[in-house]
């Protein structure tokens, strides 16, 4: 063996041995929730609710916050059944001054929060062609500025305790734009910006910043989306999508990485195989990332139908329910929607 294939195996070597140690270093630094205070945005149905519910069985107290005081009501009985301490607010997140009260209730019924798990978000589906200005707007309000003013809410105090958690979930939509959801992308880019910046900046301050990719999972929240253009088309291809086996990953599990990812204080974890896949390739090959896309788009449906009007995709006729059906049973699970909503889902399929 020649001198600079010895210096070259002894590199690697070297290059592993290090990689190896300091996953051991961070193994031994596993962070304990126990007794701990987290608030969870968007925690009453979904992603939230979930993450919501396994810091709760790990023994931590639990704040939680969401628009829908109705929806907060039946999260807060589920989440009481799991033990602890928890606490609901009411509050817009879009509104700074509502978020700052807010945090300021948490504290003083749960004390200082030292995990911050920014979930809250919004999705719309469409094509270009019937996106409004407003559209953007709106994506960016909800999906990016919530978490700003909930992290600038936090950031004061756990600076001073010289320690503290923030989990940004973020999206695949956020690494790689998809077509037909560019508020949604657009916002998710911000987004990822922001917490890869913030962990950055904070650790010097003891703050760990993990920034979460998600693929598609099934939540149940396909429900949630607002629709343009060929409605029942759009919400077809989006709803399919998220609930498929292979292409979608089980809610749960990805809870469970993400405070895995959380208690280790990884900067990034990417959920799913595909979302992995995807990422790898657009990093490598973004023009042949963008060429793929193009070709999807074309698949995807024309401009058309309700147009630039907005559609709720609760009153969207949805596809075959063979077809979704993991999704459906997950929205039932995870306050997707409301008991009587769920019960009239039941005898129609009876």
């Known amino acids: 063996m020649r001198d600079g294939q010895v210096y070259g195996l002894g590199l690697a070597v070297g290059g592993l041995a290090a990689w190896l140690a300091w996953h051991g270093w961070k193994a031994r630094q596993s962070y304990d929730f126990r007794g701990k205070t987290a608030l969870v945005t968007g925690g009453s149905r979904g992603l939230g609710l979930i993450l919501a519910r396994r810091l709760a069985g790990e023994g931590a107290k639990v704040g939680i916050c969401a628009r829908d005081p109705d929806e907060l009501d039946r999260a807060f009985d589920d989440l009481r059944k799991c033990g602890g301490h928890v606490v609901s607010v009411p509050c817009d997140l879009t509104v700074p001054e509502q978020v700052d009260e807010m945090v300021a209730v948490v504290e003083r019924r749960l004390g200082p929060i030292d995990v911050l798990v920014n979930n809250a978000g919004t999705i719309s589906i469409g094509p270009v062609d019937h996106l409004r200005r407003e559209d953007f707007g709106k994506a960016m309000v909800t999906n990016f500025f919530s978490a700003l003013h909930t992290t600038l809410a936090v950031m004061p105090g756990m600076r001073g305790r010289g320690q503290g958690r923030i989990v940004n979930i973020t999206s695949i939509g956020g690494k790689i734009s998809i077509p037909h959801l560019l508020p949604y992308s657009a916002s998710k880019f911000a987004l990822v910006g922001l917490s890869e910046g913030l962990r950055a900046e904070l650790a010097k301050d003891g703050i760990v910043v993990t920034t979460v990719v998600p693929g598609l999972m099934r939540t149940g929240s396909p429900r949630q989306a607002e629709v343009k253009g060929q409605v029942e ?67 995807l449906p024309g401009p058309g139908g309700a147009g630039a009007r907005s ?32 019960f009239a889902a039941e005898i129609s399929t009876s």
């Open 233 to 299: 088309e759009e919400f077809a291809w989006f709803s399919v999508s998220d609930a498929l086996p292979g292409l979608s990953m089980s809610a749960d599990r990805a809870a469970r990485q993400i405070l895995a990812a959380c208690g280790r204080g990884d900067a990034e974890v990417v959920l799913s195989l595909p979302a992995k896949f995807g990422t790898l390739v657009h990093g490598l090959f973004p023009g042949l990332t963008c060429d793929i896309l193009a070709l999807t788009n074309r698949a």
């Open 311 to 342: 559609v709720s995709a609760k009153v969207v006729k949805p596809p075959p329910k063979w077809l979704t059906a993991l999704n459906d049973r997950a929205a039932q699970r995870n306050n997707e929607i409301a008991p009587e909503e769920a």
